[in-house]
């Protein structure tokens, strides 16, 4: 195997250079496209520009920018000079993205737009070592004039891959001599996720942590060079990142498009993809999209259209029986499972194969026609939305894993996923569930997932002590979610022991600033976020009695007992108020952070229930005192 991602690329272009590498739209929404040799010209050309303007090995390159055709390049071209880059999507906050360009010295930062460069200017106070800004598209004379007058020179990236082609004409091979220089151990890329005091973490990861897992892939889908991916996820995100990856590797190619309903459909019939990648988020959507449009065809046809995937759920549920695909976390007994699956399973064959080739041959098409699998990861993929699909022909696999691990762990094997499980651990990846206690635990049993594997990051961006915290001296990382494992050596997460909350869309939260935050609210007492793989943020909480018996008697609101008093529409609007008031954009929140729905307690949580003897939350427990209230939050 190649030593570094860009020489791995090297290798793919010389070998397919005529296959399409990007598919991207342009400014009319028409796909244009490039081929591999075309790419690796161009990142090339970049890194010889790069190099002109003095960026060098082991240099942190900011890249502030969202889904887009120069985004790999910019990587690739960062990469082959062996630098870093220190990325983000366009929504980051300018108190984030100040902390992490100042943390991590960049010298040199790639911004999308306008609208990027002016946030980056923004902090140019917080930035005191940033001198160059590399902009994809063109910014204004006054945006322009505006960064000279602090010290950073504004250029585009198209100039600079001008440059650097001027300078590969007078000194040819000059990019290609410092790509050869690379090792698998250099930092590749310097990934910030969020802390639970609201100070990120930088995740280390080098060359050898992406490029161990790509050789596995095969096993796990049938992957053909030529082969489309369609994605819309966060490139700057660890999960869409590896899979691109991967498509470098098998020679395939990717199309960008949006997470939005109307636009992806249309970019499945335009470019007939065989694969996606994408988070629980959309293929709900997805989902639910199709049952909007046969409801629309009439009453009659969506009543029958509900029978019928019941009917191909039922067939689904026995074919896996008899065909050992259902989770087998308590020894279940295949050759019995069989027996009792077998006859079913033959009886509902006939009438499945003609809905097949009638009816959701009609919904594959939608997906123009040469679909093979979708891939979920990045939150847990609800149970029904798995059904649905698997029921209707349209495959979905289940993938795990975390930033810290670049990411993938486990993923669902292509021609034997079974459904409740997100699959096997990848080859040269060892896994242990421990307990309390420090005891390895057998199949069925729940406890903390610790792993080991040439994945793993180097560590946190000079944060050594966070670093040991989590990582020992023989390399086992402590992933901080609870699972178990099946007898089939496939993994189930159960919940988490750290607070991060992962919603359906993929983004990763933290609670407990935005808790803090709610309590400096005169109103709120305590609070405790929830929303893990739902859509929407949510939240208990516990007024503080003495002001909202306040607020009631200035505002002439009947009081007949407390409980009641927090059911009335004064009270939660002054609530709702609060909420907004304190957590917005603004005061540096995301809009995926807003609290979208609350409930009110009226007693406060107790130390030994909802409290420790520190007075620390303890969250596993209040999800199971108000598990009825928190389901109805997201009903």
């Not at 071209?77 to 999507?89: E, F, N, Q, T």
């Amino acid at each position: 195997m190649e030593k570094t991602l860009p020489l791995m690329m090297r290798d793919r272009a010389k070998n397919t250079p005529d296959i399409i590498i990007q598919y991207y739209k342009n400014k009319e929404g028409i796909y244009n496209s490039i081929t591999y040799r075309q790419f690796y010209e161009e990142v090339c050309f970049l890194a010889a520009g790069l190099l002109e303007l003095g960026v060098k090995r082991g240099d942190r390159v900011g890249l502030i920018s969202d889904n887009c055709q120069k985004w790999m390049v910019a990587d690739f071209g960062v990469l082959s000079i062996g630098a870093a880059d220190v990325p983000r999507g366009g929504d980051i906050t300018a108190l984030e993205l100040s902390y992490i360009l100042s943390f991590t010295g960049c010298e040199t930062a790639f911004a999308e737009n306008q609208k990027q460069v002016s946030k980056i200017l923004s902090c140019k106070a917080q930035l005191p070592v940033l001198k160059t800004l590399i902009s994809f598209d063109p910014v204004d004379s006054e945006t322009e004039a505006a960064a000279l007058s602090v010290g950073i020179n504004v250029l585009y990236f198209a100039s600079v891959v001008a440059m650097g082609q001027k300078n590969e004409n007078l000194n040819p091979g000059k990019a290609e001599a410092e790509m050869d220089k690379g090792d698998g151990e250099d930092i590749a890329t310097i990934i910030f996720t969020s802390g639970t005091t609201g100070e990120p973490k930088g995740v280390m990861l080098c060359h050898r942590n992406f490029l161990c897992q790509l050789p596995a892939f095969i096993k796990f889908f049938e992957i053909k060079p030529g082969d489309i991916w369609i994605s819309m996820l966060p490139v700057w995100h660890v999960y869409e990142r590896l899979i691109e990856y991967v498509i470098f590797y098998y020679s395939t190619g990717i199309a960008y498009s949006k997470a939005i309903a109307s636009v992806l459909m249309n970019d499945f019939q335009t470019i007939r993809p065989q694969w996606m990648v994408t988070v629980p988020r959309v293929w709900e959507a997805i989902m639910d999209g199709i049952n909007r449009n046969i409801k629309s065809k009439g009453a009659f046809r969506k009543k029958m259209f509900d029978l019928i995937t019941s009917y191909s759920m039922m067939y689904t549920y026995f074919k896996d029986l008899t065909f050992g695909l259902l989770p087998n976390f308590h020894g279940r007994i295949r050759a019995l499972d069989s027996v009792l699956g077998f006859f079913p399973w033959l009886l509902l064959l006939p009438l499945e194969g003609i809905l097949r080739a009638v009816v959701f041959k009609r919904i594959k098409k939608e997906f123009g026609g040469r679909f093979k699998a979708g891939i979920s990861g990045g939150g847990s993929l609800p149970a029904k939305v798995d059904l649905f699909f698997n029921s209707i022909g349209i495959r979905l696999q289940e993938g795990y894993g975390l930033t810290e691990t670049a990411p993938l762990l486990t993923v669902r094997q292509y021609k034997r996923s079974r459904r409740g499980t997100i699959g096997q651990l990848m080859p040269n990846t060892e896994a242990r569930i421990i307990d309390g206690k420090g005891r390895t635990l057998p199949p069925g049993r729940n406890g903390i997932i610790f792993v080991r594997g040439n994945q793993v990051m180097k560590g946190y961006y000079q944060k050594p002590e966070v670093t040991a915290s989590v990582l020992n001296e023989d390399g086992w990382f402590n992933t901080g979610d609870i699972g178990t494992f099946t007898y089939d050596n496939e993994l189930r997460i159960t919940g988490r022991a750290k607070d991060t909350i992962v919603l359906r869309g993929g983004e990763n939260i933290e609670p407990v600033p935005i808790e803090c935050k709610l309590r400096e609210s005169p109103y709120i007492q305590q609070c405790m976020v929830v929303g893990q793989d739902q859509r929407y943020l949510a939240a208990i909480i516990i007024p503080l009695q003495q002001a909202i018996m306040d607020f009631a008697e200035e505002n002439s609101i009947p009081v007949v007992d407390y409980e009641l008093l927090l059911q009335q529409p004064e009270i939660n609007e002054i609530i709702v108020s609060e909420i907004s008031e304190r957590v917005n954009p603004k005061t540096g929140f995301k809009p995926y952070e807003r609290i979208y729905k609350f409930v009110l307690l009226p007693k406060s949580f107790e130390v030994g229930k909802e409290l420790s003897s520190k007075g620390e939350l303890l969250r596993h427990n209040v999800m199971a005192l108000y598990a009825k209230e928190i389901y109805r939050l997201f009903r």
